[in-house]
């Protein structure tokens, strides 16, 4: 008896595999919807757009007041999607039962987000081949709002991106594709960005064309133990602030993962001081950690256990952002 359910239930599953690659669209004639928000999802869309891919509808966020005008502020998916004559969709509550109905009557295939929001079900749920997102580390590795960061902060030597399909707890889903990429050793996190960011682009095209041909199918990711899985937390103020007790390599990737946003900060003669870019020596001295040395002229470095981190390009509040010998030249010390 046992054997035989076993063997329907295999059967069902054939059936129910082959019946959905059936009902797959063709990647020109897939009707997609594209959720997303910042410059890195424009990436993306953009990628759709020149592929000739059938977007049939935008979902973004809702225009914002920024600036010390207060001005409404559009977001670049919202202003990219314009210039393209895209259907733009910006509600305030995913929830909302006239977007819902906006949204189903776009008869999407499927859905790509990427820098989004999280998702109600009856949002990811609603198109017949799920909404496939865009992840920044190679998962289940790094799940979270931050993963760029993170993985330079931790030292880490290399990352990825990741393609899965949505389900109901957050970056959990089945893996559908996966990219590694190397991380330079005195990289910041802004141009990983911008190299993930180009890469994702491509990445989500791939599956989407794998996808909707039925020759790539989801993985279920795998069960680490919780101490195994690195976590991407959102950043904080807290995380931003430099601990000079730490090690020199330790302070230098804080610095470098936290730049050129939100940016790792000091305190200098009780004014706030935004380091985007530093370097350290390993050296023994007989200074308290966070102490300060200058030449007044070309350094500015501060002391951890273990030797030196040196101030490259830094910001001090109220003054633009420049190199530290331009600092130097205009700052008075106490």
């Not at 009902?23 to 953009?46: E, H, K, S």
């Not at 996966?178 to 960005?193: P, Q």
Request: glycine share 6%.
């Amino acid at each position: 008896m046992g054997t035989c359910t076993s063997n329907l239930q295999k059967h069902s599953q054939e059936v129910f595999a082959i019946s959905v690659i059936l009902r797959m669209p063709d990647i020109n004639t897939c009707r997609i919807v594209f959720l997303g928000t910042p410059v890195f999802a424009v990436a993306v869309l953009d990628q759709l757009v020149k592929e000739g891919c059938n977007v049939v509808g935008v979902v973004t966020a809702p225009d914002r007041p920024a600036g010390r005008g207060m001005q409404l502020s559009q977001s670049a998916v919202k202003k990219y999607a314009v210039e393209k004559g895209l259907h733009v969709m910006q509600p305030e509550k995913l929830k909302d039962p006239n977007f819902l109905d906006e949204l189903h009557s776009l008869k999407a295939d499927v859905q790509v987000v990427v820098a989004f929001r999280m998702l109600p079900e009856a949002v990811w749920n609603m198109p017949p081949l799920g909404t496939i997102n865009l992840h920044a580390s190679l998962l289940p590795q790094y799940r979270g709002a931050a993963p760029i960061n993170w993985a330079i902060i931790n030292g880490e030597k290399e990352t990825g991106i990741t393609t899965f399909k949505l389900q109901h707890e957050i970056d959990t889903g089945d893996i559908l594709m996966k990219e590694t990429i190397a991380i330079g050793e005195k990289e910041h996190a802004g141009s990983l960005h911008d190299r993930m960011m180009d890469a994702g682009a491509l990445l989500v095209f791939k599956t989407l064309e794998g996808y909707c041909k039925g020759t790539i199918q989801p993985v279920a990711q795998r069960q680490e133990t919780a101490a195994l899985i690195s976590a991407a937390p959102k950043i904080h103020t807290d995380t931003c602030k430099i601990d000079w007790s730490k090690h020199a390599k330790e302070v230098f990737n804080l610095i470098r993962g936290l730049s050129p946003y939100p940016t790792a900060f000091t305190m200098l003669n009780d004014k706030l001081l935004k380091i985007f870019d530093a370097d350290y020596i390993l050296e023994k001295h007989q200074r308290a950690p966070g102490q300060f040395d200058t030449d007044g002229k070309t350094y500015l470095r501060f002391s951890v256990p273990d030797g030196w981190v040196y101030a490259k390009e830094l910001q001090v509040e109220g003054k633009k952002r420049m190199d530290v010998s331009t600092f130097l030249k205009g700052f008075r010390f106490n």
